[in-house]
């Protein structure tokens, strides 16, 4: 791997970390988001740190170019956020779903009181 390469990924690696831990503490990011990007963070970090473990651990798997084993993690990692994300959806759109029905029966019931309160005699002295 070149120099060039090695501080790109160093670099890219810390950026990302950066932005990740930037966003939780200020509290536009929840943990259990930040979790796949703090992950694949730190593995990146390891990675340029040490980029030996990549070349050992794609050899140790079967991988015939260690890339090939990069663009597998990635595509696993973004996979899982994906999979995080459409189940948090479903959950928001089922919760939606129910505000919206009892928003619906709670104005029914204010405009059945109104025309009740409507119809009472008006005692005016």
Known sequence: MSLTTY???ML????????VVDLLRRGRMRERHAIWWL???VLALIIGIFPGILDWFAELIGVGAPVNLVFFVSIAVLFL???QHSTELT???SK???LAERSALQQLEIEELRDRIAKLPRNEE
């Open 7 to 9: 501080i790109f990924g």
């Open 12 to 19: 890219a690696a810390l950026f990302t970390l950066a932005v």
């Open 39 to 41: 992950l694949a963070g």
């Open 81 to 83: 956020v994906c999979i």
């Open 91 to 93: 959950n928001l759109e």
């Open 96 to 98: 939606t779903r129910t």
